[in-house]
């Protein structure tokens, strides 16, 4: 039988190929690690998870938890994984992101029907079914081959957050509580701040030095708004951050008994509790300055950072037009693409695009139709964005309600309907999978 080709072993590299080999194809995924890795990369692994270790809320009635639940249907691999690797995050979804990559790299290679090459693609491969998984850091080579096909890409900067030692933190300052007592009491870790600490954090943070960037081709590259280093959100204003990352509701401070002026989240990045990365703190800040500016975070004052915040380049196509809602390229059948490249936003995000682009390469060779998800479902719907937005500012776009069409008759309270939407998405997938089942 003829070859499904999956260039990255990403998150949607990862699923793409996991879902054609379930179905019964062969598949060669080509990764360039460990021979070469990007900017961003610091792990050998496979499904490296760059930035955060959170993958969005749990619950069914939030987009990311529709999406994640959707994932599980069609037998997600990386979902599997990050259910197995759960670290406490409130209610979200976060991962330790290192046996998270552990078990994603040990399952693909254990799998049968796929074969890791371990090299670098400069060219898109030829084939009847290839995926194109390399990520928003795609190689120059490959890159400059795609753009070529596409007409060009589009970019914008990305940033990571620092990560300490628990061990290093003041626990005099820091407490544990997950905002509004919901999750576990451990999942966060916050530093309190008063008005005055946090006014001399917020002047230290919008002066401080800026690592310069050297990856860019353009004179003024766009922030992504997800991803948005802090001490470029806390330009617009001296308050943007006490109502956006520091917002203190929820949280009391158990030595006053009041709400703090600003508060400093901690997330866990592992089961054991040892490591935690500073929630939103996004930063291209240089890395003397990171350790000063946040060493004046009350309970951080000889925190070890282990893993500095950095800024790199992310880079997208102009998929309206250009792909279809298989993620299948309109004018070269057979060729398609999956992952952040794609213009999707976020880790799920990109994995359940790989798990579409997978499925209908496979398909492809079986004789069969690709797989277009209707859009009442998040994957659907995301599909359905990348494909056909009418935007002539097309941006990167992760999941949320307000790309599914409304639901009639319309349902008032906000939670309600979210709950409405997400069990109308879920039901439809039920009924096409059980169809596919018996075909």
């Known amino acids: 039988m003829k070859e499904v080709t999956v260039v990255g072993a990403g998150l949607a590299g990862c699923e793409a190929a996991w879902q054609a080999a379930q179905m019964g194809v062969p598949v060669r995924l080509v990764e360039m690690k460990p021979k070469k890795r990007t900017p961003a990369h610091q792990s050998p692994l496979f499904a490296e998870l760059i930035c955060s270790n959170s993958l969005k809320a749990a619950r069914l009635e939030s987009a990311a938890g529709m999406l994640k639940e959707e994932m599980r249907r069609f037998g997600s691999l990386l979902m599997a994984c990050a259910d197995q690797c759960a670290v406490p995050a409130g209610g979200a979804l976060a991962v330790d992101r290192v046996q998270f990559a552990q078990m994603a790299t040990e399952k693909i290679r254990s799998r049968p029907r796929i074969t890791v090459v371990e090299e670098e693609v400069r060219t898109i491969p030829q084939g009847e079914a290839v995926v194109i998984a390399t990520g928003p850091l795609t190689a120059d080579a490959l890159a400059k081959d795609i753009f070529q096909l596409c007409g060009g890409g589009l970019s914008f900067f990305d940033a990571a957050a620092p990560i300490v030692t628990a061990e290093s933190l003041d626990f005099s300052r820091v407490f544990a509580a997950s905002r509004y007592d919901k999750g576990e009491d451990d999942a966060y870790l916050n530093c309190p701040m008063n008005k005055e600490e946090y006014e001399a954090f917020y002047e230290a943070l919008v002066t401080a030095d800026r690592a310069p960037i050297h990856d860019f081709d353009v004179q003024n590259p766009k922030v992504y708004e997800g991803c948005m280093p ?3 959100m806390a330009q617009r204003g001296k308050d943007t951050l006490r109502f956006g990352p520091l917002k203190p509701v929820g949280l009391r401070d158990p030595r006053t008994g009041h709400r703090p002026w600003a508060v400093v989240q901690l997330r866990r990045e592992d089961a054991e509790g040892t490591l935690y990365n500073l929630v939103g703190f996004q930063t291209n800040l240089k890395f003397g300055e990171q350790k000063r500016v946040f060493g004046m975070i009350p309970g951080l004052e000889n925190a070890e950072i282990v893993r500095y915040g950095v800024m790199h380049r992310n880079t997208f196509l102009k998929s309206p037009g250009f792909l279809g809602a298989d993620y299948g390229v309109l004018r070269r059948p057979g060729l398609y693409f999956a992952g952040q490249i794609t213009g999707v936003e976020g880790y799920m995000e990109s994995a359940s695009s790989g798990i579409l682009a997978g499925r209908s390469a496979a398909a492809r060779l079986l004789g069969k139709a690709p797989l277009v998800l209707p859009r009442e479902t998040m994957m659907g719907a995301l ?39 997400s069990q109308r998405g879920l039901n439809l997938l039920s009924d096409i999978l059980d169809t596919e089942e018996k075909r």
């Open 383 to 421: 599909a359905d964005y990348v494909a056909n937005s009418p935007s002539k500012d097309f941006q990167p776009m992760g999941a949320n309600f307000g790309v599914l069409p409304p639901i009639e008759p319309h349902i008032r309270d906000k939670r309600a309907r979210y709950a409405a939407l």
């Open 230 to 232: 802090v001490e470029v």
